[in-house]
């Protein structure tokens, strides 16, 4: 800001206020503010001096009030003021126009300050605004991750539960299927008695055929005697046709008949087809014992 008294400017308008009254120093530099409607108020370094410079000058004089200097204007103080009236008009109107270029400058500057201070306020709203979208945008992301975290946590419930009711349900099934197991074994075992004892009151070939299977070929006399003894009562009820080989077609038919209907309605597995296999084996060997020719 440039001066606002140019060279030896202010030395008169000191002597133009002290003309008005007497003044102290702080009194003097309170009217040069007011003159100034508050946008120039000068420090006490710089009144102070120039009245003590004027008081040497023999321009004004002072006197000592309440501890105080109180200055007054000379008669050679109003005889310069008189000789210098046109520049003191030209001093008013250089002040009145300072005022006008302090209040224009104060005013841009204030306008400026203004205008920085929207800009930063318009930036800090729109940094807040992102900022609470942001938090917005955060805290519904946190919101949906806890959801899925929780929709997690029932599906994993959901599976446990479902793969223990499965475990429960394959246990029992389990369970039903060994209950229905060793019902069939003893059922199988209950038919098989019934069978053991139909074969041992048919008696015949069947007859020869459990003892060879019970304890082999016969060998000692009372095993054939009993034989021989059973052999009367099976199939009984063939009458002779007078043809031996028709008649032994016919036991053998009826033969073949009883063991396939024993098999069919106890069941037959590998094991006992094997202990079959052995025991006709046996009763065929002996058979061909008793059909082969005799001394």
């Known amino acids: 800001m440039p001066p606002v008294f140019a060279h030896g400017r202010l030395r008169l308008y000191l002597l133009k206020l002290l003309d008005e009254a007497p003044r102290h120093g702080y009194e003097v530099i309170r009217l040069l503010e007011e003159r ?20 040497a000058e023999g321009l004004v004089t002072h006197a000592t ?33 300072s005022v006008t270029e302090l209040a224009a400058e104060i005013r841009s500057d204030v306008r400026g300050a203004a205008g920085d201070l929207r800009r930063e306020m318009r930036a800090a709203a729109t940094a807040s605004a992102t900022q609470v979208s942001e938090e917005d945008s955060w805290k519904a992301a946190k919101e949906e991750l806890r959801k899925a975290r929780q929709e997690w946590k029932e599906q994993a419930r959901r599976a446990k539960d479902e793969s223990r009711r499965a475990r429960e349900e394959a246990q029992a099934a389990r369970r039903q299927a060994k209950e229905a197991q060793d019902r069939a074994r003893e059922e199988v075992q209950r038919i098989a008695g019934q069978l053991q004892e139909q074969f041992a009151r048919s008696g015949g070939v069947l007859g020869s055929l459990a003892g060879a299977w019970l304890g082999g070929t016969a060998s000692a006399p009372a095993d054939a005697a009993a034989d021989a003894a059973d052999a009367g009562g099976w199939a009984a009820d063939l009458a002779p046709t007078g043809d031996p080989a028709r008649d032994l077609d016919r036991l053998l038919d009826r033969f073949r008949d009883e063991v396939r209907d024993a098999a069919r309605d106890r069941g037959v597995s590998a094991t006992q087809v094997a202990e079959a296999r052995d025991h006709l084996a046996a009763a065929a060997a002996r058979l061909a014992t008793t059909f082969a020719p005799r001394p």
């Open 36 to 55: 100034f409607q508050g946008l120039y108020a000068p420090s006490a370094g710089t009144v102070y001096p120039r009245l003590s410079k004027l008081e």
């Open 65 to 97: 009030e309440g501890g105080r200097k109180v200055y007054s204007i000379t008669e050679a103080g109003r005889a310069e003021l008189a000789d210098r009236s046109g520049e003191l008009a030209d001093l008013e109107l250089e002040i009145r126009d």
